[in-house]
């Protein structure tokens, strides 16, 4: 599956931002997706994964209450929601589609990154 992430860009302290995630070739329903980011100087790290059919979320600490993830299978699209953004929000975030929604899990495709620039 091919995963294109849009939505990125540059706001203030507190603003909100929504990202996309549209995904082609096999059927998208069949994988769970989820959104990470990389900041420069710290490890990739997940912010949310969503399973297969919606049905379950996780968030990290770090955002939880601020962003949502969703995904919509008829458009093969995956989203996330940012509020109340932070400046320790700035970093590229990428989408990822794998078996299992879990931060630990492999996930095998991942988009090319879309970056996000809070500032204070």
């Known amino acids: ?5 849009y939505g990125g860009g540059l706001v203030q302290a507190g603003d909100s ?3 996309s995630c549209a995904a082609s070739g096999r059927t998208f329903s069949r994988y769970a997706t ?14 949310a994964v969503i399973s297969q059919s919606g049905s379950s ?3 990290a ?8 993830i969703a995904r919509d299978n008829a458009k093969a699209t995956v989203y996330l929601q940012m509020n109340s953004l932070k400046p320790e929000d ?3 975030y ?3 589609a794998g078996n299992v929604a879990t931060f630990r899990s492999v996930y ?3 988009g090319q990154g879309t970056e996000v620039t809070v500032s204070s």
């Not at 600490?61 to 601020?66: A, F």
């Open 1 to 5: 599956v091919q995963l294109q992430a």
């Open 34 to 47: 989820g959104w990470s980011r990389q900041v420069p100087g710290k490890e990739r790290e997940f912010v």
């Open 108 to 110: 095998d495709y991942w």
């Open 57 to 59: 979320t996780t968030y």
């Open 17 to 19: 931002l929504g990202l």
């Open 94 to 96: 990428y989408c990822a």
């Open 61 to 68: 600490d770090s955002v939880k209450e601020r962003f949502t």
């Open 90 to 92: 700035t970093g590229v």
